[in-house]
């Protein structure tokens, strides 16, 4: 997911979150190991899977990737507030529009 001002470890968090219920052990073993590679302790890769960060800009974006079709104009808007550029939120919900089509085969 291309990013003008998200940055690796909020774009790892937002596929922590997005893919949380993913019954797929090897994603999760490849998102754990980049979490550490990005210096993410437990708490922070625990808390995004519940959809929460640590940072402001982080909880925007994961607001806006978990945001229900009727506020996601309104978790947009406070993303771009908090920093993130408009080809981040686009990319967001792009990339959570593509996770939901493929949650019921995945989920567990």
């Avoid at 550029?85 to 089509?101: N, Q, V």
Wanted: hydrophobic share 45%; glycine share 10%; charged share 30%.
């Amino acid at each position: 997911m291309p990013s003008d001002t998200l940055g690796e470890r909020a774009r790892l968090a937002v596929e922590l979150a997005l893919t949380a219920r993913y019954a797929d052990r090897p994603l999760r073993e490849r998102q754990e190991a980049d979490a550490r590679r990005l210096g993410m302790v437990g708490a922070e890769i625990d808390a995004a899977r519940l959809g929460r960060g640590f940072d402001v800009r982080t909880s925007r974006a994961l607001a806006l990737a978990t945001a229900p079709d009727c506020d996601r104009q309104e978790r947009r808007d406070g993303a771009i507030r908090a920093g993130l550029a408009e080809s981040d939120c686009a990319a967001i919900e792009a990339l959570a529009a593509s996770l939901a089509t493929g949650v019921r085969g995945r989920a567990g």
